[in-house]
């Protein structure tokens, strides 16, 4: 079932070209985003020098709403336990 976005959940994934972790990580949350509607920001921290000095190697993360959710994998039941959390 697919629901829109009407309570503004953003996810927001933190990557950067040529990380296969990264890579993983958003094709779940396309899957995930088809299913549970939240918008979907993908931001490559290497465009960002900022960005990049703060999380370098330790990527990808995963935000809903500004708050981390995921660290280096997307755990479905713990994300989705957040997505819920945050409607």
Known sequence: MRRHNAA?????????????????AKAQ????????GFALREVDISADAR???EYGTRIPLVWINGRLACKYRVEE?????????SR
């Open 8 to 24: 503004g959940v953003v996810v927001e994934v933190y990557g950067k070209p040529e990380c296969h972790l990264c890579e993983e």
């Open 29 to 36: 949350l396309r899957r995930l985003q088809r299913r549970h």
């Open 51 to 53: 960005l990049l000095a």
């Open 77 to 85: 039941r713990a994300f989705l336990q957040k997505l819920r959390a």
